[in-house]
């Protein structure tokens, strides 16, 4: 029986690239969660594009992380990685914040209970086509 033809193929950007900024912003996001409270949930993806930013999909944390600190702390990574020309610039991009509580059925797939678990889960945010490992700290 003859072995089956497989292609591999993979994808390598450069810094700054806005595949690599929204990885960086959804990572952002991730550690405001998890800076507030160790077992938050965050399922969000990140767009850019031309002076826009959109976060969107879905959590379970704390209420005191609102849209408008998330936005903040968007703006705070792009001036770090040094976005500050005039097709996107960290102090006037649009930055839109569209995340809601996660769906029960959905929290019912990723929790254990409280009694089983010994530690917060090791997540972090990555391309969706990828697991997410938490890199060391």
């Known amino acids: 029986m003859a072995r089956p033809v497989y292609h591999f193929t993979s994808e390598s950007v450069s810094e700054g690239h806005p595949d690599k ?3 960086r912003i959804s990572d952002t996001v991730v ?3 998890l800076a507030e409270m160790p077992e938050a949930r965050v399922a ?8 826009r ?4 999909g879905e ?6 992380i609102t849209n408008e600190y998330l936005a903040h702390l968007t703006r705070l990574a792009i001036k770090d990685i040094g976005y500050e020309q005039e097709g996107f610039h ?10 809601h509580a996660q769906s029960a059925h959905i929290a019912m797939g990723v929790s254990t209970a409280p009694a ?4 917060a889960p090791e997540t972090r945010a990555s391309c969706s086509a990828m ?7």
Do not use: M
């Open 44 to 51: 969000c993806e990140t767009l850019a594009t031309t002076n």
């Open 116 to 119: 089983t678990r010994t530690k």
């Open 21 to 23: 900024v929204c990885d």
């Open 59 to 64: 959590v379970r944390g704390p209420a005191s």
């Open 131 to 137: 697991p997410a490992t938490r890199r060391p700290s």
């Open 31 to 33: 550690d405001a969660y």
């Open 90 to 99: 960290w102090a006037n991009a649009s930055i839109e914040v569209h995340l």
């Open 53 to 56: 930013v959109v976060i969107a």
